[in-house]
């Protein structure tokens, strides 16, 4: 059985950071690519990064490069997204995701999802 638990969302002003936690749990996730999805109200779920289990390798939504930063510790199967520079529409729920190819996370048809943790950005 796999587990992806997100924590870290939260209520930030504009320009402030957060930072997002996803636990994974339940099997080997070396041959993976583990990514964060977003959901804002009323539109689709919308790709923001992801990064290759096994060699780091990252991937990056245009809207949030230079901003966010994706990362994981190997050891303690965590998986982060740093969020800076915030802005109101970043607001969503994200979402953190695994498959094992990386275009079903572009397409938000991932394998394995959390249950999100909300990101409120106030202007």
């Known amino acids: 059985q796999v587990q992806l638990v997100e924590s870290g969302g939260g209520l930030v002003q504009a320009g402030g950071s957060l930072r997002l936690s996803c636990a994974a749990s339940?099997?080997?996730?070396?041959?993976?690519?583990m990514g964060w999805v977003r959901q804002a109200p009323g539109k689709e779920r919308e790709f923001v990064a992801a990064?290759?289990?096994?060699?780091?390798?990252?991937y990056y939504a245009d809207s949030v490069k230079g901003r966010f930063t994706i990362s994981r510790d190997n050891a303690k199967k965590m998986l982060y997204l740093q969020m800076n520079s915030l802005k109101p529409n970043d607001t969503a729920v994200y979402y953190c995701?695994?498959?094992?190819?990386?275009?079903?996370?572009?397409?938000?048809?991932?394998?394995?999802w959390g249950q999100g943790t909300q990101v409120t950005v106030s202007s």
């Open positions: 995701a695994a498959d094992k190819y990386y275009p079903n996370l572009v397409l938000s048809r991932a394998d394995y």
């Open positions: 339940g099997r080997t996730f070396s041959s993976y690519v």
């Open positions: 990064i290759r289990w096994s060699s780091g390798s990252t």
